[in-house]
């Protein structure tokens, strides 16, 4: 018929696979726009901690009863930790992009334990620091934004578990890995709201 | 059998009606819970309004006492806004744009039920108030410290945990629609060929993802200084109160815009449609659109001008800035329809009615803007005008317009135009006569939020008047509600498109499958189904002009 000239001949309907067609996989931008949405939810976390430092210039930091803050011994070694597993995470996702699926095995596995020391030297840490969540509007601030810190680490954990169990059933291929690429954006993500905190927490003084 | 057939086999095994509704991740049906939800929600807070202007009617206390008036109005403010205007609009979205961009259904289908199944659960946290010795009272807004030091009860603790559980469901929302948007359109479909009710699903979608999450921390925040001592909004131990604020309304603002522009993208569906024209200024409307969505982040502070702490100038000019865009928008609507050949259906009378209602709400929003008026306006009776023209005389009236104009669609009956008519006549006098007296009420100094006020205050005629059409406004839902069951029963079927529309959902059948279409038609506008319609107009055209070329050379 002429109205179905080859230039606008009805396509039958795509499937969602046939639909994306390039760049980024649909999993992996949804992650992106969720992380979009864990910073917005850190930057109001930010915003509190700096609006209540601002009003409180003069006394700013632990109460008196408890002793300063300090990086030794605690902090500055579990955030060597934390950094360092976005490292062997990173070597993982490289890994499987290779298509070498036991050194990726290796590097998730690595990541987790890495996580897990860092979550046990921040619960370790929460003990010794002599001031609790309800001393102050330091002790407040500091702890919402660690805690829910903390548990954003706890939640990449359980991703990593998941990814170590996934991978040993040998569900990831070169082709296959988007999980991997998506929980790596996350503990990337999860790594740097640490720098951050940990650079205005301990040394924006 | 040597016949293949096109037709995808998607007849799904059997199951229990019920279970499949429960279980299901098609869109369409989770849209359609998302609307039926949202207007039990509706329902519900509609009562309550009815609650608060029945105790306003006349000085006196009549009905409620002063603690059930505080939480009758804040369970009104928190269940419009949270749950029905946002949701509702959020469940037309679901169901609409997969189908405008030819898409089979949304990108996570699965996360699509986990956010509408949160809206129940979340809804039932904060109206479980009541069940606990009280609702929480301290208005939509929940100011601290009315909202910490003052509300010791559970009831607060339940808002809150409730409203987390909504934000939650909008942020995995707004994930969802945007990651449809950018990866599913059918081939041809460019970003400057989408309709415009999917161009402000995508800048809804951004703002709700960008906006919700800060919410969410001052809820968690808020939580966490009722119940570990926390001192977020506790001065005596170092915090501040109007951080509160701060957070609050940097939120609140772009919600404004998350119920507007979904209601916007509404009528500029209906508009084009029953004008027989293209929307006037495709181009024009999506970047005030864009423009809309980027300055609602820099206006949060006119909420606050009589706090003394917010840099007045700056905050009233980017209000006052964001009339542009929304004046540029209005141009669109109005060429639109000059000129065109109009049929008043009743999605069209809806649509009509936003534009001027939402007007009357925009200038209402640019006079508070002015900081010398809004100190005298802060909390007044005219504030509740005004945001009731922007969320009910804008939002709810596209909600309407959407309900009329895709109900065949959905159900593949045309719901009556006569009641319909009826109903959009009652509401918008019943609207007008509750809502324009307020306006009076705030300039004459008329507070809002109180359950009481004094016989020699001169309040009181405004006041009556205001709940006559607060009734009126209820007795309009009856025309609506006998016309859904009627329709259902009885109603017109009408075929797959009854109006004649522009985007690709008319272009499958009504209801559409579970897979949406069997074949797309091609997409070369932002008009596919139009120029489907028209496309031997078209090829007769060309003919006679290459007919009349041949002969101007003979």
């Known amino acids: 018929m002429s109205a179905e000239a080859p230039a606008v001949r009805p396509q039958v309907t795509q499937t969602t696979a046939t639909h994306q067609r390039a760049g980024m996989p649909t999993p992996l931008l949804g992650m992106l726009l969720f992380i979009a949405s864990e910073v917005m939810f850190f930057g109001g976390l930010f915003a509190a901690y700096f609006n209540s430092r601002a009003a409180n210039q003069s006394d700013w930091g632990p109460p008196p009863s408890a002793p300063p803050l300090e990086i030794l011994p605690i902090a500055l070694p579990i955030t060597i930790i934390l950094v360092s597993s976005s490292f062997t995470m990173q070597f993982a996702v490289w890994a499987i992009r290779r298509g070498d699926t036991a050194r990726m095995k290796f590097w998730i596995a690595i990541t987790l334990l890495l996580g897990l ?24 601030t500091f702890y919402t934004l660690t805690g829910f810190h903390g548990a954003h680490v706890f939640a990449g954990t359980v991703g990593l578990t998941i990814l170590l169990a996934r991978g040993l059933q040998g569900q990831f291929s070169q082709r296959n890995h988007v999980a991997v690429e998506a929980i790596s954006m996350y503990w990337h993500f999860v790594d740097v709201v640490w720098i951050a905190l940990f650079t205005t927490l301990y040394f924006l003084r | 059998m040597a016949t293949t057939t096109l037709t995808p086999q998607v007849g799904s095994y059997r199951r229990s009606w019920i279970l499949e509704w429960l279980t299901t991740v098609d869109h369409k049906k989770i849209g359609i819970m998302y609307i039926v939800n949202s207007f039990l929600f509706f329902f519900l807070a509609g009562i309550l309004a009815l609650a608060v202007r029945s105790e306003l009617a006349v000085p006196g206390l009549q009905f409620l006492d002063d603690a059930t008036y505080n939480q009758a109005f804040t369970m009104h403010g928190t269940i419009m806004i949270f749950l029905f205007v946002v949701p509702v609009l959020a469940g037309f979205a679901n169901y609409i744009v997969p189908l405008q961009i030819g898409a089979p259904d949304m990108a996570f289908p699965r996360i699509n039920a986990l956010s509408f199944w949160l809206l129940p659960l979340g809804g039932g946290l904060i109206l479980s108030g009541y069940l606990f010795g009280g609702a929480a009272a301290e208005g939509w807004t929940g100011y601290t410290p009315l909202s910490s030091a003052y509300s010791p009860g559970p009831g607060t603790d339940l808002w809150l945990i409730g409203l987390l559980l909504v934000g939650t469901a909008s942020i995995l929302g707004s994930i969802n629609f945007i990651a449809t948007i950018f990866k599913m359109r059918a081939p041809g479909m460019t970003f400057f060929r989408m309709p415009i009710f999917v161009w402000t699903v995508l800048v809804t979608a951004t703002l709700i993802l960008l906006a919700t999450p800060v919410l969410a921390a001052g809820l968690i925040a808020l939580f966490i200084d009722r119940n570990y001592g926390g001192s977020f ?32 993208g509404v009528v500029s569906e209906v508009l084009p449609t029953f004008s027989r024209k293209p929307l006037f200024g495709y181009r024009a409307f999506v970047f005030a659109t ?8 820099s206006v949060w502070a006119h909420h606050m001008f009589t706090t003394g702490v917010v840099f007045l100038p700056f905050f009233s000019f980017m209000t006052a800035l964001i009339a542009v865009p929304t004046g540029v928008k209005m141009f669109n609507w109005i060429a639109t329809m000059y000129r065109g050949s109009i049929s008043f259906t009743t999605a069209m009378l809806f649509a009509v009615g936003f534009l001027a209602m939402f007007l009357i709400g925009g200038i209402s929003g640019v006079m508070m803007a002015e900081a010398p008026v809004d100190f005298h306006l802060q909390d007044t009776y005219f504030a509740v005008a005004h945001l009731h023209y922007v969320f009910f005389g804008g939002a709810v009236m596209g909600v309407f317009a959407a309900t009329y104009y895709w109900f065949p669609k959905m159900f593949g009956r045309r719901l009556n135009e006569k009641l319909g008519k009826v109903h959009f006549w009652l509401m918008l006098i019943g609207f007008n006569v509750t809502f324009f007296p307020m306006h009076i009420l705030g300039i004459q100094g008329m507070p809002r939020r ?6 020699t205050a001169g309040w009181t005629v405004w006041n009556f008047i205001s709940t006559i059409g607060a009734f009126t406004i209820a007795i309009s839902i009856l025309p609506f509600l006998l016309n859904v069951v009627a329709t259902f029963i009885n109603g017109e079927r009408v075929g797959d498109d009854p109006w004649e529309g522009n985007t690709l959902e008319w272009a499958t059948s009504s209801p559409p499958p579970p897979y949406n279409f069997d074949r797309l038609p091609p997409v070369r506008s932002e008009r596919p189904v139009f120029d489907l319609r028209h496309r031997h107009d078209r090829e007769r055209l060309l003919g006679e002009a290459a007919m009349a070329a041949v002969e101007e050379h003979s």
């Open chain 1, 117 to 140: 020391t860092f979550l046990s030297g921040q619960l370790l840490d929460y003990t010794k620091l002599g001031f609790g969540i309800g001393d102050g509007i330091f002790g407040t």
């Open chain 2, 233 to 264: 909004f506790e001065p005596a131990t170092g915090g501040n109160p109007i951080l509160w604020q701060h957070i609050f309304w940097f939120f609140g603002h772009p919600e404004v815009y998350i119920v507007i522009l979904p209601a916007m």
């Open chain 2, 450 to 455: 109180i359950a009481d006020y004094s016989p």
């Open chain 2, 290 to 297: 864009i423009a809309i969505g980027l300055l609602s982040f």
